[in-house]
């Protein structure tokens, strides 16, 4: 309990104090009850310990005259802060409704958020599964990106700052860090969760420091260990990674590389915005946990059910990582991985992997680089013609084949090609061609969708 705090009780302008909420060093959170809404809000007091007092009155002044500068200049940041954090729309930022100046220092008037905060929340439901970090980490993305976008960062995102609503819905709480990216920025740290560039006022601070601490959350969500401190892993980062941490049976490696990336000690390194990782992250399929992910470095004989990366030349999957990591950052591996359980070929491979290239003079670059490289050596070159493909076309008209290609790509992306070449060497007719794509939709009701469509559609004269 704060020595310092408004007793219980006391009026402050429409509000009466009913308990203190959390204590920090600029100053202290309240429960207060709005006596014209009758509505429980949180107040929060400008209060910094270490140039402030209170007096019997209940006023707050500086320590000493020396102080005087130093108080007056927070308290207005603090009203500032409160202007700006006032201005944020969006349900999952906590909602300021009034700031105000009284008993010589500033108050904030916030909503109150029935719930708990996510260290104490999560207690008592780990693990979690993907659907409720997804149901977590998909509003907390969409409502910094209202901050970023507004040209502000919030700086200091951790567990406690972080409350899961009785609803389930989580909201980001306590923007007292918060800046704008313009200057110098002061130093801010909360150890773990911090990047290495908010440890002094000169670290180049932008979105991609509030992406580090936001999945420094995650990480500890699957882990149940904080991240090593940012300042302990420039030299030497000896901090496991989530890949190789989490556990594979209830997160896909996807999406364990993409905390990874944005824990990435070099800022540089990591996502550079809210909507690069939030694409990051969606293509993981974040969502979905009807599959169980095996592990990438299993023996062959251990998977017998699907294709392993394995079967491919361990060669020429690190030069396709090495390479794709030029555009796509530390989830190069994973995706060269995925893909290499599904490709039917080299050929198949390159071309799959090429397909996460999104600019295409750099797409044309990497699939010449690799088109000698995964064709046999033994090949002749003037018999390029892809195998599959042939054998495909021989079995159903090419029209067939790419209005498939075409209806499944909308559900599995660019892999629907080589998906449709393997169904249709297999299926006896187009019925049974739609059959056997089908199986590759994840989804349960898109699977049925998908299937109750397409071989509607087959069997028309």
Do not use: C
């Not at 429960?31 to 809404?37: E, K, P």
């Amino acid at each position: 309990m704060a020595t310092n705090a408004l007793p219980a009780g006391y009026a402050l302008q429409e509000y009466r104090i009913e308990k203190v909420l959390g204590v920090g060093g600029f100053g202290l959170t309240y429960l207060a009850l709005d006596g014209n809404l009758n509505l429980k809000v949180a107040v929060k007091e400008y209060l910094p310990d270490d140039v402030a007092t209170r007096g019997a009155d209940h006023s707050i002044s500086p320590r000493s005259p020396d102080n005087a500068e130093h108080f007056g200049w927070g308290k207005q940041r603090f009203l500032d802060e409160s202007r700006v954090v006032a201005s944020f729309r969006h349900p999952n930022i906590v909602r300021v409704m009034r700031f105000f100046e009284a008993n010589g220092t500033a108050y904030m008037v916030m909503e109150f958020v029935e719930g708990a905060a996510l260290n104490d929340w999560i207690r008592t439901r780990r693990p979690l599964a993907q659907p409720q970090l997804a149901s977590i980490v998909g509003p907390l993305l969409d409502g910094l990106e209202v901050v970023h976008k507004a040209g502000y960062l919030h700086r200091d995102i951790k567990p406690g700052n972080i409350y899961i609503r009785d609803d389930g819905s989580p909201v980001l709480l306590d923007f007292g860090a918060a800046r704008m990216r313009t200057g110098d920025l002061t130093t801010i740290v909360s150890p773990g969760f911090a990047p290495f560039e908010q440890y002094h006022n000169k670290g180049n601070q932008g979105p991609w420091s509030d992406l580090y601490a936001l999945a420094g959350v995650l990480y500890w969500m699957i882990t149940g260990n904080k991240p090593h401190e940012a300042a302990a892993r420039i030299k030497a980062d000896t901090m496991p990674s989530a890949l190789q941490s989490a556990d594979r049976a209830l997160y896909r490696p996807e999406f364990l590389a993409a905390i990874d990336w944005a824990l990435a000690p070099n800022e540089d390194e990591r996502p550079q915005s809210v909507a690069q990782w939030r694409e990051s992250i969606a293509g993981s399929g974040l969502a979905n946990t009807t599959r169980t992910v095996p592990a990438f470095d299993v023996p062959v004989a251990a998977a017998p059910a699907s294709k392993s990366a394995l079967t491919f030349d361990a060669a020429l999957l690190k030069k396709l990582e090495t390479a794709l990591a030029l555009h796509l950052g530390p989830i190069a591996p994973v995706v060269v991985r995925n893909a290499a359980r599904k490709a039917a070929t080299q050929a198949d491979l390159v071309q799959m992997v090429a397909q996460e290239i999104t600019d295409a003079d750099a797409k044309t670059a990497f699939e010449k680089k690799f088109s000698d490289i995964s064709r046999p050596a033994s090949q002749p070159t003037s018999t390029r013609s892809n195998p599959p493909t042939a054998l495909a076309a021989s079995r159903f008209p090419l029209e067939v084949l790419e209005r498939a290609e075409k209806r499944l790509a909308e559900y599995i992306g660019a892999v629907a090609r080589v998906v449709v070449k393997r169904a249709a060497m297999k299926a006896r007719d187009e019925a049974e061609l739609y059959l056997l794509l089908a199986d590759e939709i994840e989804n349960k009701e898109d699977r049925k969708a998908f299937a109750r469509k397409a071989v509607s559609m087959s069997r028309k004269p």
